[in-house]
């Protein structure tokens, strides 16, 4: 049997999904990325194969995504991670016609066409109060872990604005909750509900259509997808656990697997 990788090299962390001939998830490993992109990709490539019980001469091709993908050494091709997050998308959700993808530095809104090409795209990647990253930083100004925020969100009693439009007004917002007495919670609700109503502008840009698929680690907080799904008419899809953090990576690894078969067929 043949074994295909896809890496999703990324700001913040890297991930990669091994597939099998018969588009089996073979297994998926992350790690944070760091200064050194080639070798993050490097660990998170070692780390996967030890965890599946594979090795490198069972990999038959690879395809590098994300922010880093040129840097990716044992790549075989490099893809855009709109492309790979749509078609991993695809893979969980075969009726998925809008991607809603927010990652670390970026958040993207794409919809698709009936054969997973990107008809149109938009994304929030010059303000760091429209992404992942601001809720991390968010709770760790009040002594929070990542971890933290969903729970911590779904003991929010009441509301708080947060409406800056960039991190650092929104930061000096949350300063000023603070002193004001508000209770952490409420801030991190008030953060979270922010990054909603981005995400909604940009799904409206794209002209939404159902059904629309998340992607992305902030999508593990149950309350992140709650509060889209209450202001979101169209049905909202969401990859099963940790899962949802690999859906580029996996997209990546499908792409893999049909280059691999065009590569054996002209053989």
Do not use: W
């Amino acid at each position: 049997m043949s074994y295909v990788i896809g890496v999703d090299v990324g700001s913040t962390y890297t991930k990669a999904v091994i597939l099998s001939s018969d588009k089996e998830i073979m297994g998926h490993a992350m790690i944070q990325t760091g200064f050194k992109l080639d070798k993050a990709s490097e660990k998170v490539y070692d780390q996967i194969l030890k965890e599946s019980g594979l090795s490198k001469a069972e990999i038959g091709y690879a395809i590098s995504t994300g922010y880093g993908r040129h840097m990716v050494p044992y790549r075989d091709l490099t893809i855009t991670d709109l492309t790979a997050t749509a078609r991993g998308s695809n893979y969980f959700f075969p009726k998925t016609r809008t991607v809603l993808d927010i990652g670390g530095q970026t958040m993207k809104a794409s919809r698709l066409d009936e054969k997973t090409k990107v008809k149109s795209f938009r994304l929030n990647d010059k303000c760091a109060a429209g992404t992942g990253a601001f809720l991390e930083k968010t709770a760790r100004y009040m002594g929070y872990e990542t971890e933290e925020i969903g729970p911590l969100v779904q003991t929010s009693k009441a509301d708080v604005s947060i409406s800056g439009v960039c991190a650092v007004f929104a930061e000096s917002e949350v300063i000023n909750q603070l002193s004001l007495g508000s209770a952490p919670s409420d801030i991190m609700h008030g953060a979270m509900f922010s990054l909603v109503k981005r995400a909604i502008q940009l799904l409206k840009r794209v002209k939404m259509e159902s059904q629309i698929t998340l992607s992305g680690g902030i999508m593990r907080f149950k309350t992140m997808v709650d509060v889209l799904t209450e202001n979101v008419e169209e049905k909202i899809n969401v990859p099963d656990g940790e899962m949802v953090q690999f859906t580029t990576a996996l997209g990546a690894a499908t792409l893999a697997l049909q280059r691999l078969e065009k590569v054996g067929a002209s053989v």
